[in-house]
């Protein structure tokens, strides 16, 4: 069993940064493949970024390439999501999920753990 705690998300300008965190317990925490997904309000929830266990691989959704950089520290049980250049259209609700398969994947069904999500308002 994981527990996935986001935090980071808040208000901002568009073209500003911000930074998400994903906190696991466990101790298998490197064990999972991690992944980034947003949901905007009345549309599914999207994939945004994922890595592999060693933070080796990292997979991104062709509208965030080169903004948004995923990573993870596997000593601190965490994962981040570094957002650049951020865009209105970027306002979602993020979600961080884990993947105890550890194969990467875009679809959300692949993923066993979520966390409750954080907001992330980008006005223009």
């Known amino acids: 069993q994981v527990q996935l705690v986001e935090s980071g998300g808040g208000l901002v300008q568009a073209g500003d940064s911000l930074t998400l965190s994903c906190a696991a317990s466990?101790?298998?925490?490197?064990?999972?493949?991690m992944a980034w997904f947003r949901q905007a309000p009345g549309k599914e929830r999207k994939f945004v970024a994922a890595?592999?266990?060693?933070?080796?691989?990292?997979y991104y959704q062709d509208s965030v390439k080169g903004r948004f950089t995923i990573s993870r520290d596997n000593a601190k049980n965490t994962v981040y999501l570094q957002m650049n250049s951020l865009k209105p259209e970027d306002t979602a609700v993020y979600y961080c999920?884990?993947?105890?398969?550890?194969?990467?994947?875009?679809?959300?069904?692949?993923?066993?753990?979520w966390g409750q999500g954080t907001q992330v308002t980008v006005s223009s």
């Open positions: 890595i592999s266990m060693s933070g080796s691989s990292t």
């Open positions: 466990g101790r298998t925490f490197s064990r999972y493949a």
């Open positions: 999920a884990a993947d105890r398969t550890a194969i990467t994947s875009a679809n959300p069904a692949a993923y066993d753990y």
